[in-house]
Nanobody, 126 residues
Framework: QVQLAESGGGLVKPGESLRLSCGIS????????MGWFRQPPGKEREFVAA????????HYADSVKGRFTISRDNAKKTLFLQMNSLKPEDTAVYYC???????????????????WGQGTQVTVSS
């Protein structure tokens, strides 16, 4: 089993920045993919960014490319999402995800990820 715990959400104004963190614990040995999804109010969960399994290559949704950066600290077992130039449409609950077997072509599909955190709320409003 793997446990994920997000933190760092909050209320910010448009144009401001926020950094989310995800602590990863449990049976984390071996290669795995990890990333972030979000769920805007009244909408389905959507892909934000991810590292593919066993790779340092990152993938981004078009809507966040150039504004968000995913990174990780392997020693501390922590995943990050740096969010800059935030927009009201970025308002959502943000989830950390982890999976050992997911293939590259499935990274953007929420039902393909095995482990999810509880989520952290990000609200962008003036």
């Amino acid at each position: 089993q793997v446990q994920l715990a997000e933190s760092g959400g909050g209320l910010v104004k448009p144009g401001e920045s926020l950094r989310l963190s995800c602590g990863i614990s449990g049976s984390t040995s071996g290669t795995a993919a990890m990333g972030w999804f979000r769920q805007p109010p009244g909408k389905e969960r959507e892909f934000v960014a991810a590292f593919s399994r066993g790779s340092s290559h990152s993938h981004y949704a078009d809507s966040v490319k150039g504004r968000f950066t995913i990174s990780r600290d392997n020693a501390k077992k922590t995943l990050f999402l740096q969010m800059n130039s935030l927009k009201p449409e970025d308002t959502a609950v943000y989830y950390c995800v982890f999976d050992r077997g997911i293939i590259l072509s499935s990274l953007r599909l929420p039902d393909q990820w095995d482990y999810w955190g509880q989520g952290t709320q990000v609200t962008v409003s003036s």
